[in-house]
């Protein structure tokens, strides 16, 4: 995979822990109860993936947007990209952890792919469609929204490692003679 030498049996744990990385980072978007979205002037009005909130101080109104079919499309294929890394998640670790089962590489990096333009769809939907329901002003995306950008990311980059990593059988199963970086003399 990459010539300055990478220790291949490491991949078998390290790929599936970047996976639970992406699933921590997909749920923490998911469930985040503020941080998608906020004013950048006042802080009065604010919203994540459910629902959004107006109002100073104390005194704030909260509204849903699953009101709207594009709120309820973001959500359905931000939660549907979710269920599938996990089913990914449990296959990787099936597949890499358990017994080396190169196979399913190709498999699980397809599911990851698919993943991937799932939860870009959805991460292009809402900014836009929250912009042409609101605009008053200029917003800010939030700590939550960059949480389900790095997922998708992750999960972009594992999609990649899973198609790769059928071509070195032998270094994940250790059965492939050491190469030394010593020139011959």
Same mark, same amino acid.
């Given at each position: 995979?990459?010539?300055?030498?990478?220790?291949?049996?490491?991949?078998?744990?390290?790929?599936?822990?970047? /996976?639970?990385?992406?699933?921590?980072?997909?749920?923490?978007?998911?469930?985040?109860?503020?941080?998608?979205?906020?004013?950048?002037?006042?802080?009065?009005?604010?919203?994540?993936?459910?629902?959004?909130?107006?109002?100073?101080?104390?005194?704030?109104?909260?509204?849903?947007?699953?009101?709207?079919?594009?709120? !309820?499309?973001?959500?359905?294929?931000?939660?549907?990209?979710?269920?599938?890394?996990?089913?990914?998640?449990?296959?990787?670790?099936?597949?890499?952890?358990?017994?080396?089962?190169?196979? /399913?590489?190709?498999?699980?990096?397809?599911? /990851?792919?698919?993943?991937?333009?799932? !939860?870009?769809?959805?991460?292009?939907?809402?900014?836009?469609?929250? !912009?042409?329901?609101?605009?008053?002003?200029?917003?800010?995306?939030?700590?939550?929204?960059?949480?389900?950008?790095?997922?998708?990311?992750?999960?972009?980059?594992?999609?990649?490692?899973?198609?790769? /990593?059928?071509?070195?059988?032998?270094?994940?199963?250790?059965?492939?003679?050491?190469?030394?970086?010593?020139?011959?003399?």
């Amino acid at each position: 995979m990459f010539r300055c030498g990478i220790a291949y049996p490491r991949c078998r744990w390290i790929v599936p822990l970047l /996976l639970a990385f992406a699933i921590i980072f997909d749920i923490i978007a998911i469930a985040a109860t503020s941080g998608w979205i906020e004013d950048e002037d006042a802080n009065s009005h604010y919203a994540n993936m459910w629902e959004h909130w107006r109002g100073r101080n104390d005194v704030w109104s909260s509204k849903t947007l699953m009101e709207y079919s594009w709120a !309820q499309a973001v959500a359905a294929l931000m939660v549907i990209g979710l269920l599938i890394l996990i089913i990914a998640f449990i296959i990787a670790c099936v597949a890499l952890c358990c017994t080396l089962n190169i196979t /399913l590489l190709p498999v699980i990096g397809a599911m /990851l792919f698919l993943v991937v333009i799932l !939860q870009v769809i959805a991460l292009i939907i809402y900014p836009v469609r929250f !912009q042409d329901l609101i605009f008053e002003g200029n917003y800010n995306f939030n700590w939550a929204y960059g949480f389900g950008w790095g997922a998708t990311l992750l999960t972009f980059g594992c999609g990649i490692l899973f198609c790769c /990593l059928p071509r070195y059988e032998d270094e994940l199963s250790g059965l492939a003679k050491v190469k030394y970086l010593y020139p011959r003399e």
